[in-house]
């Protein structure tokens, strides 16, 4: 799982620190008892995701692995030699 690197992107990353602010900002709201900072932490964890997305969709997030569909190749062209192989024999 280390070789696809997954969420270590600058879109990743900048979702999950406003997030992090957003339950942070909620958490003391509940020890404060205040109901109007609790739900403004909220919507700051959901403009996290949000904007996580859109850094994600500019370009910024993770891109797709070729190595899948390379090893997919690879697989097809041993399975058919194997095959030439059996029919050769």
Partial sequence: MAASAHGHTPAAWTGVVIS???????????ILPSVLLTCAGLAVVLAGGVVGKIMSMAG???QPSTNVYKSVEEQN??????AAVAAAA
């Avoid at 992090?20 to 509940?30: D, E, L, P, S, T």
């Fill in 20 to 30: 992090f602010v957003g339950f942070a900002i909620a958490g003391v709201a509940m």
């Fill in 60 to 62: 910024m997030g993770q």
């Fill in 77 to 82: 062209a041993a399975r058919e030699a194997r």
